[in-house]
Structure formats: structure tokens, C-alpha cells
């Protein structure tokens, strides 16, 4: 691999995926073969695998190869048999690291699909009303456990089929996966991709210095007023960006690095409440509780038995 030029900036900002670079070439469907449902199958490596977002939602399945996937701010192991479902404008890539010399023909079996015709059925179709909870839990990115294989022939009928019957069978995937209750939802924030450079630069800026400073106090009027704007006008954009309101993102950064400490080390509980930031153990056990869906101590509880540490 080439040495990376050291006088480019570092890509940090997901690039926008545009209708033009979809070429047949990369493994799409020509677009007069397409309409609502779209479907990709590539190997790797190739250029699609890539820290990038579009407007549509992405149903991906990996057939061969393992590494790390990067769904909004999660980091995780992925296989073949991974199944996720991301939400529009959530940046995501995979990266497969046991690539053979050559590489590989397929790595991933992708459906591709617009938001706008599914929600304007569902305000006359009572019956899509899975779906559209489905929909917006993919919002966080979904990992779907135990449909690896469905998934598979549900994606050859969808691929193999065209017009309403390639409609019929992407509503028996879309019904498989409402149904499935075995998934675990990914990012811990909703981060949407912009298109606007300066905005990217902004709220770029904004998420590092909240990661990095969680434990501080912090203020979306402080904020806002760095920024040159109203704090009315800020909660706007912030959440327009993240999908989260400004307290609810920090508090999740917050209970998220409560929850690595819970795992990680024997502090007490109250110790960490104030060392990630909370001033309140009451308002810090509640908050936990609405992240992480356990209280801070059965997290730790679990915690242990599931990664073999001894009780605490």
C-alpha cells in the first residue's frame, strides 16, 4: 500500500454518496431496472467501501471475509452472516482485514431503499405500521441476529424478481426483519452526514470537544454563543446533526463512558457518577437506566458474567 501523502489532511468527514457514482460497474443495478428498491451486491476491495452516508436506508449482509464495521459512533467486529440495517444519513463503512491476495468476487449483499414511498404508504396502510417502527430504530443503525440465511434468499428473491413482485418480496424481508427480536441497535447516537462543509466542520468540532470534555461542565448557551448563535437556533442545528437533543447527547456520552468504567474497574458507582460528570447519583442512576436499560450496578452484574470478570 502506497504511503499516505503526509501534506493531504486525514479524511475525517463521511463523504456523500451521489446517484452519478453508482455505476453498474461497482456493482449496481442499471437504473432502469430499478425504482423504490435498489440492489448492490461487490466484492472487496473496491470503492464503495468507503466512511460515507446517502439519503437512503442500507440493508447490508456479508457473505464472506471478517474485520471491523464503523455504523455512526459504534465500533464492532463483523463476519459473514452480519446483518445490519442503517438509516439514512448514517455514516457506516465496512472494513474486512483476513482479505485473500486478489481479494474477493462478493463480500456484501446490500438493498438499497428511499424513506418517502414507504411513509406515504403507511398513512394509508395501517398494516406497515411495524415497518415504520422498524424504520426509525434503523435511525441508530440494527444488527439483526439468527436471519443470516433468510436474509440471503430473501435478498435472491428480491434481486431475481422485478416490478410488483420484486415490491412483494422486499415487503416479506422488510416483515421478517420488524419481527425479529433478536437485534441490538448500534450507534449511541443518531449522527447524520451533511452535505454542507461548514456545518460538518461545526458539528465535527462540536462532538470531539463533548467527547473529549464530557466530565466538564458544559453549556448548549456557552456553546451557542462560541458559535455566533441563539441557543434556540443551536438546539436546532445540534439536533438537525446528531438526531439527539444537546443534553441527551452528552448524557449519553457520559453513561456510555460510566458503562466502560463499570466493566473495566472496581470504583464504586458513586465514584463514577461524579468522575463522567453527573453532580447528582439520583439523576445520574436514571439516566443510565434510560440509556443502557439497566441500572448502573445490574449493568455491572451482567457485565461480569457476560465477559467472565469476577463478581464484584
Not at 10 to 20: I, N, S
Not at 255 to 263: C, F, I, R, T
Request: aromatic share 10%; hydrophobic share 40%; charged share 20%.
Amino acid at each position: 500500500m502506497p504511503a499516505r501523502d503526509l501534506h493531504l489532511p486525514r479524511q475525517r468527514q463521511p463523504e456523500l454518496e451521489h446517484d452519478y457514482s453508482r455505476s453498474p460497474a461497482l456493482g449496481y443495478e442499471a437504473p432502469a431496472d430499478t425504482g423504490v428498491v435498489r440492489c448492490i451486491a461487490h466484492g472487496f476491495p473496491t470503492p464503495l467501501a468507503r466512511w460515507h452516508f446517502h439519503d437512503e436506508y442500507e440493508l447490508h449482509l456479508i457473505t464472506t471475509t471478517s474485520g471491523k464495521a464503523f455504523v455512526g459512533d459504534w465500533i464492532g467486529p463483523f463476519q459473514p452472516g452480519h446483518l445490519v440495517l442503517c438509516g439514512p444519513r448514517l455514516p457506516h463503512n465496512w472494513i474486512s482485514t483476513d482479505v485473500p491476495a486478489g481479494g474477493v468476487p462478493e463480500r456484501d449483499l446490500v438493498i438499497q431503499f428511499a424513506h418517502h414511498p414507504i411513509a406515504h404508504a403507511a398513512e394509508q396502510i395501517p398494516e406497515l405500521a411495524d415497518v415504520m417502527a422498524l424504520l426509525e430504530r434503523a435511525r441508530n443503525g440494527i444488527e439483526f441476529f439468527g436471519l443470516s440465511e433468510r436474509a440471503m434468499a430473501h435478498f435472491h428473491a428480491v434481486k431475481g424478481a422485478h416490478g410488483f413482485r420484486r415490491w412483494t418480496a422486499f415487503c416479506a424481508y422488510l416483515d421478517d426483519l420488524a419481527h425479529c427480536t433478536d437485534y441490538r441497535l448500534l450507534s449511541s447516537v443518531r449522527m447524520q452526514g451533511e452535505d454542507d462543509d461548514t456545518e460538518n466542520d461545526q458539528i465535527n468540532a462540536l462532538v470531539n470537544r463533548i467527547t473529549r470534555d464530557y466530565a466538564l461542565p458544559l453549556s448548549a448557551a456557552e456553546l451557542a454563543a462560541e458559535l455566533g448563535m441563539s441557543e434556540s437556533r443551536f438546539s436546532r442545528f445540534f439536533r438537525r446533526a446528531t438526531g439527539n437533543t444537546f443534553t441527551d447527547f452528552v448524557n449519553r456520552i457520559r453513561v456510555n463512558h460510566a458503562g466502560q468504567l463499570l466493566m473495566e474497574t472496581d470504583s464504586l458507582v458513586t465514584h463514577i457518577c461524579y468522575e463522567v460528570g453527573f453532580n447528582n447519583v439520583a439523576n445520574f442512576n436514571r439516566r443510565f437506566l434510560e440509556v443502557k436499560g439497566l441500572t448502573p450496578s445490574e449493568f455491572r452484574r451482567q457485565a461480569s458474567q457476560r465477559f467472565g470478570g469476577r463478581q464484584p
